[in-house]
């Protein structure tokens, strides 16, 4: 089945889909993204996402070029002719295209924002394999922008970061700025002590998991305690678990951290456990 994209006001199929080569995603990384999954056929967190994505094209002074409900009208159309029953939605907006290339930004009057949006079909997205082995991560400098609170399209280090880890037979990268994790690549990093869940705290250093402020509220609704502080990859190493999170890949045990063994080496019990919760309540809320 030939996939069906949303390009501009469109849904096209995915090889007649086109955007403009001076596109200021493609020539500048001038966009921001958000990627909600899919389970059962339904979103997960549709308002979450949505909300920040409004935050981030604020931030940038970005246009919207429609409003959440019709949003949610194209997340969903997209689902239904795709047929996905688990995988995800992939958004994408830019500040469009003037038809050259100019460092200061085209007037928003004259010049659209781009809207591409399109299904990636995750068969056992929720029973994944990978979290039942747990990752294997590493740690690597933090080099990224100072603005990692906006979900932007610049992903040229996380994806080298992933490659790094890739490289040493990892599954991820842990970033470190000043001695302190600040997230994973792709999703916020967690350490558990006992029964106390550590997440960096939220500021621009890292960006404001949608994952990461549900599973924190479910894990106080559990009776766990939750510490939002930083933290050095030595304490991670010496705890008792850890796991990060991410709309992708929900909550994903970590099972080693350069070459350090966690606990027993296996997905510890209050990682699975969030897991559990957050795929039930997800479910649950899911549109
Ligand atoms: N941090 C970074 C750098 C990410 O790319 C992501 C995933 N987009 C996250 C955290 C997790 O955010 P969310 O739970 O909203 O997917």
């Given at each position: 089945?030939?996939?069906?994209?949303?390009?501009?006001?469109?849904?096209?199929?995915?090889?007649?889909?086109?955007?403009?080569?001076?596109?200021?995603?493609f020539?500048?990384?001038?966009?921001?993204?958000?990627?909600?999954?899919?389970?059962?056929?339904?979103?997960?967190?549709?308002?979450?996402?949505?909300?920040?994505?409004?935050?981030?094209?604020?931030?940038?002074?970005m246009?919207q070029?429609?409003?959440?409900?019709?949003?949610?009208?194209?997340?969903?159309?997209?689902?239904?002719?795709?047929?996905?029953?688990?995988?995800?939605?992939?958004?994408?907006?830019?500040?469009?295209?003037?038809?050259?290339?100019?460092?200061?930004?085209p007037?928003?009057?004259?010049?659209?924002?781009?809207?591409?949006?399109?299904?990636?079909?995750?068969?056992?997205?929720?029973?994944?394999?990978?979290?039942?082995?747990?990752?294997?991560?590493?740690?690597?400098?933090d080099?990224?922008w100072?603005?990692?609170?906006?979900?932007?399209?610049q992903?040229?280090?996380?994806?080298?970061?992933k490659?790094?880890?890739?490289?040493?037979?990892?599954?991820?990268?842990?970033?470190?700025?000043?001695?302190?994790?600040?997230?994973?690549?792709?999703?916020?990093?967690?350490?558990?002590?006992g029964?106390?869940?550590?997440?960096?705290?939220?500021?621009?250093?890292?960006?404001?998991?949608?994952?990461?402020?549900?599973?924190?509220?479910?894990?106080k609704?559990?009776?766990?305690?939750?510490?939002?502080?930083?933290?050095?990859i030595?304490?991670?190493?010496?705890?008792?678990?850890?796991?990060?999170?991410?709309?992708?890949a929900?909550?994903?045990p970590?099972?080693?951290?350069?070459?350090?063994?966690?606990?027993?080496?296996?997905?510890?019990?209050?990682?699975?456990?969030?897991?559990?919760?957050?795929?039930?309540?997800?479910?649950?809320?899911?549109v």
């Amino acid at each position: 089945m030939t996939r069906t994209v949303y390009v501009n006001g469109a849904y096209v199929p995915e090889n007649e889909a086109t955007v403009s080569i001076f596109d200021r995603g493609f020539l500048m990384a001038d966009g921001v993204y958000e990627v909600t999954s899919v389970l059962g056929g339904k979103l997960i967190d549709f308002a979450g996402h949505a909300i920040r994505l409004e935050r981030s094209l604020s931030e940038l002074d970005m246009a919207q070029p429609c409003d959440m409900d019709e949003l949610l009208k194209i997340h969903r159309e997209l689902v239904r002719v795709n047929e996905i029953d688990e995988g995800l939605v992939y958004l994408q907006i830019t500040r469009g295209s003037d038809g050259d290339r100019d460092f200061l930004f085209p007037d928003p009057e004259t010049t659209k924002p781009t809207i591409v949006l399109f299904t990636q079909d995750k068969p056992g997205l929720a029973d994944s394999p990978a979290a039942k082995k747990g990752a294997k991560i590493i740690s690597i400098e933090d080099i990224r922008w100072g603005r990692r609170d906006i979900k932007t399209v610049q992903l040229l280090y996380p994806s080298m970061g992933k490659m790094m880890a890739k490289k040493v037979g990892c599954d991820d990268a842990w970033l470190v700025e000043d001695g302190m994790v600040t997230e994973g690549t792709s999703n916020n990093a967690y350490i558990v002590k006992g029964n106390t869940i550590i997440t960096r705290q939220l500021s621009n250093d890292i960006l404001h998991g949608i994952t990461r402020a549900a599973v924190l509220r479910m894990a106080k609704e559990a009776q766990m305690q939750v510490e939002e502080r930083s933290f050095t990859i030595v304490e991670a190493q010496e705890a008792d678990e850890a796991f990060t999170t991410s709309a992708s890949a929900f909550v994903m045990p970590v099972v080693e951290i350069d070459g350090v063994a966690l606990g027993d080496g296996k997905p510890g019990n209050i990682a699975k456990r969030l897991r559990e919760i957050y795929l039930e309540e997800s479910l649950k809320a899911a549109v």
